[in-house]
């Protein structure tokens, strides 16, 4: 074919060859698809994706070659956000240039990932907008091969389909074949049921939603469908109606993955004509993302486990360590070790090098006879000018074992033998450390004197104060203040020994510090304070002192929750009063956008929700998605919370970004008694969402014919058109509600869809 045609039938594509890419194609997918190379255009230094068909590789005949440039400049013509945009086509090897999806396809991340609920469905949302608009083209634009490997995923995690209309190239039509090489390719589990019964059935719209229902249930519980089943035993359960399990399913997971496995099965139904069309679908979609976007996330919880030497267990006098124990099982340890008893008590003799024996773990006699807290023996041998320093295998010397052992006696007689008081194990505990952990004041006294640094840090930075902090150690504290230890020394997660003190609530410690020059306000990596630590852990009396003392009320941490924010959302009544008496500010927003009354209200923590009211928190402050509390408490909370968010003047009317209103969310939750407290404070009970649903409309939807009544009594209109045209009755008669049907047809006898025009879309 001569390139000037090529050019003219491909119209804006452009015409490439391996020439236009450098040298290094890297493959990043293969399959029954062919494979995928990522290449750079060596002039445009842009990254490209070419997916080469195993059908078009080699001797591509000029009709093969007529098909791909057909196709590929049907393909420009599709362009919408979610999906894969198309560039040329290769000559050499054959194939369409499209661009790069940077996280691969979502069959590759949902084998390697665990994807949180609301990435899910967001997934799941843009999936079916690009379906619908495929599906909205005129003539119509079937996929027929909708599965997770043709899902793709920019660097957003945001969704682009791929692979429309290439069965075309790939496939032949008749039933049989078309079925085998799906099989091949590992598609055959997202073919519907009536392809199995009717091979001689042409594929319509509805083949691709049961392949979305499919697509479904691999997110929602990241399996394969069918796994380990051949194909003859797939086409028997789907062609008699058996679909994947959902025992996988857990009563953790939220509502709204309930409703979303809802969809899913009618999704799959076996009948096409039971199937929801994509507009429908995506209305749904649309829907459960905006309610599963609203929860609240807790502030973190901070857990500080008690800081302890994970050094074998030396902790009781006399008691030896299994380090030294293991040495001394054998009859051979038992002599040499009586040999050094003798020596130590002979003033006489002076043991040579080779005499004295050493153990497996560098464990000497000294070791063994400190450890054993034998003063006098400890002083015989020392007189032998051993080395004082000698080191265990993990680093222990005699002074850190006298110090650990609380053994003041031999830590005196060490350090005037020359003991390095700064000399640390494997995990840099000086004897200071073990000192300031036992709370042995005389101890961390003798080691300050004999040229510990008061400073020193163990290896994830707690220093000898940290460790007296701790341990309520006032005595030992006060001494390493008195010697200058720095009160506002950061450990590796950023805490100060006042962080320290406030967790634990020691608070003739946070009296001491505060009077030394700790900072108030010192920040964790986290950017907590300790007055958040003291907050979190419900200490009043170091919360009291913190205050008294100037601690900032309103910092935030990295989350953007100040100490208000984790007392509203830990349902901490006396201290959120204690702040606010303080004049804790009541409207900072957290990084979700949440108050301290969102907090309160998303807990349903009633008498703190009162008190920040009484205190004129803005009870219709704009959170995330623009939620405000009265929506969390329609969403999230019984009728009361309701109650008391509007008897302090919350709007019932207010809508949030999608355009849900409280009475939405309420009828939508099926909260009758909470629909009850909204009317009767005025909510609207026309008002519309984004796609055009009222109250009325969730209502049919979810089939609660008791709550539609009450709507109607409050004045609800049966025939509204949603953005799509459905009126509270189509949406019915998709629940099978014959209940709610029945009371729809005898208020609306008019809007029974039988008169509907032929050809008109009414399925729901």
């Known amino acids: 074919m001569a390139a000037k045609a090529v050019e003219q039938r491909l119209g804006s594509l452009t015409v490439f060859t391996q020439d236009d890419f450098e040298d290094d194609w890297h493959r990043v997918a293969s399959g029954g698809f062919g494979q995928v190379f990522l290449a750079r255009h060596k002039?445009?230094?842009?990254?490209?994706?070419?997916?080469?068909?195993?059908?078009?590789?080699?001797?591509?005949?000029?009709?093969?070659?007529?098909?791909?440039?057909?196709?590929?400049?049907?393909?420009?013509?599709?362009?919408?956000?979610?999906?894969?945009?198309?560039?040329?086509?290769?000559?050499?090897?054959?194939?369409?240039?499209m661009e790069f999806m940077a996280n691969g396809s979502l069959e590759k991340m949902l084998a390697t990932h665990c994807l949180g609920w609301q990435l899910r469905f967001r997934i799941i949302h843009e999936t079916s907008l690009a379906m619908n608009f495929l599906h909205s083209l005129r003539p119509l634009l079937l996929h027929l091969d909708l599965k997770p490997g043709n899902i793709l995923l920019d660097n957003n995690m945001h969704v682009k389909i791929s692979d429309f209309g290439l069965s075309k190239w790939m496939e032949q039509s008749t039933g049989m074949q078309y079925i085998e090489r799906s099989a091949l390719r590992g598609t055959l589990s997202y073919i519907p049921p009536e392809m199995f019964l009717d091979s001689n059935k042409a594929p319509g719209p509805k083949y691709d939603v049961y392949?979305?229902?499919?697509?479904?249930?691999?997110?929602?519980?990241?399996?394969?469908?069918?796994?380990?089943?051949?194909?003859?035993?797939?086409?028997?359960?789907?062609?008699?109606?058996?679909?994947?399990?959902?025992?996988?399913?857990s009563d953790e997971w939220p509502g709204e993955v309930q409703q979303m496995a809802d969809l899913m099965r009618r999704c799959w139904d076996q009948d096409p004509k039971e199937r929801p069309c994509f507009l429908d679908i995506t209305i749904e979609t649309d829907m459960l993302l905006s309610l599963l976007q609203s929860p609240v996330a807790d502030p973190e919880c901070e857990a500080l486990a008690r800081k302890v030497s994970c050094k074998p267990s030396l902790h009781q006098a006399r008691e030896v360590s299994e380090e030294v124990n293991q040495e001394l099982t054998d009859n051979d340890s038992e002599d040499s070790l009586k040999r050094v008893l003798q020596f130590s008590d002979s003033e006489s003799l002076v043991p040579s090098e080779e005499e004295l024996p050493v153990y497996e773990n560098k464990v000497t006699p000294l070791h063994f006879l400190v450890a054993q807290g034998c003063v006098e023996q400890v002083k015989r041998l020392l007189a032998h000018e051993?080395?004082?320093?000698?080191?265990?295998?993990?680093?222990?010397?005699?002074?850190?074992?006298?110090?650990?052992?609380?053994?003041?006696?031999?830590?005196?007689?060490?350090?005037?033998?020359?003991?390095?008081?700064?000399?640390?194990?494997?995990?840099?505990?000086?004897?200071?450390?073990?000192?300031?952990?036992?709370?042995?004041?005389?101890?961390a006294r003798l080691l300050l004197d004999g040229g510990a640094l008061v400073d020193a840090q163990e290896h994830e930075g707690w220093t000898p104060l940290h460790l007296a902090v701790q341990n309520n150690s006032e005595s030992v504290a006060r001494l390493l203040v008195s010697r200058h230890a720095d009160p506002n020394k950061h450990e590796a997660e950023g805490k100060t020994p006042l962080h320290v003190a406030?967790?634990?609530?020691?608070?003739?410690?946070?009296?001491?510090?505060?009077?030394?020059?700790?900072?108030?306000?010192?920040?964790?990596?986290?950017?907590?304070?300790?007055?958040?630590?003291?907050?979190?852990?419900?200490?009043?009396?170091?919360?009291?002192?913190?205050?008294?003392?100037?601690?900032?009320?309103?910092?935030l941490d990295q989350g953007g929750y100040s100490p208000l924010h984790v007392a509203a959302a830990r349902g901490k009544y006396l201290i959120c009063k204690m702040l606010l008496r303080y004049g804790a500010n009541l409207e900072l927003p957290t990084q979700q956008g949440w108050t301290p009354l969102h907090l309160a209200t998303y807990k349903g923590h009633l008498e703190i929700i009162h008190l920040l009211a009484e205190n004129q928190a803005d009870v219709g402050a704009l959170g995330g998605m623009d939620w405000t509390p009265l929506h969390l408490a329609a969403r999230h909370r019984e009728e009361v919370v309701v109650s008391a968010l509007l008897r302090g003047g919350a709007d019932p009317n207010a809508a949030e970004q999608s355009g849900w209103t409280p009475l939405h969310l309420a009828v939508q939750r099926g909260a009758f008694l909470s629909v009850i407290h909204l009317l009767e404070h005025r909510a609207d009970v026309h008002a519309r969402n984004k796609v055009g649903w009222t109250p009325a409309h969730l209502a049919a939807l979810q089939g609660n014919t008791a709550i539609l009544k009450v709507l109607v009594k409050a004045g609800a209109q049966l025939d509204v058109?949603?953005?799509?045209?459905?009126?509270?009755?189509?949406?019915?008669?998709?629940?099978?509600?014959?209940?709610?049907?029945?009371?729809?047809?005898?208020k609306e006898p008019s809007l029974v869809i039988l008169g509907a025009e032929p050809g008109a879309q009414t399925e729901v």
């Open 43 to 97: 002039r445009w230094r842009t990254q490209y994706a070419i997916k080469c068909s195993p059908y078009l590789q080699h001797d591509a005949s000029s009709s093969d070659v007529n098909c791909l440039i057909e196709e590929a400049a049907k393909m420009e013509k599709v362009k919408f956000q979610h999906i894969v945009s198309i560039y040329g086509v290769c000559r050499q090897p054959l194939g369409i240039v």
């Open 502 to 555: 406030a967790y634990f609530g020691h608070v003739g410690l946070v009296k001491l510090l505060a009077g030394q020059g700790a900072e108030l306000d010192a920040r964790q990596r986290n950017l907590r304070t300790p007055l958040h630590l003291a907050v979190e852990r419900g200490k009043v009396r170091a919360i009291q002192l913190l205050l008294k003392s100037g601690a900032a009320l309103d910092a």
């Open 211 to 249: 392949s979305f229902g499919i697509v479904v249930w691999e997110l929602l519980t990241q399996k394969k469908p069918y796994e380990g089943l051949n194909m003859m035993a797939v086409i028997i359960r789907v062609a008699t109606g058996m679909r994947p399990t959902l025992q996988l399913a």
């Open 386 to 443: 051993l080395d004082v320093d000698c080191q265990t295998a993990s680093g222990y010397t005699p002074l850190l074992i006298a110090a650990q052992d609380q053994q003041a006696d031999l830590c005196a007689l060490l350090l005037a033998h020359g003991a390095d008081a700064n000399l640390a194990d494997e995990d840099n505990w000086a004897p200071l450390h073990f000192a300031a952990q036992n709370g042995d004041d005389r101890t």
């Open 721 to 746: 058109q949603d953005g799509v045209g459905c009126t509270p009755l189509q949406l019915a008669l998709r629940s099978q509600n014959q209940g709610m049907v029945a009371f729809l047809e005898g």
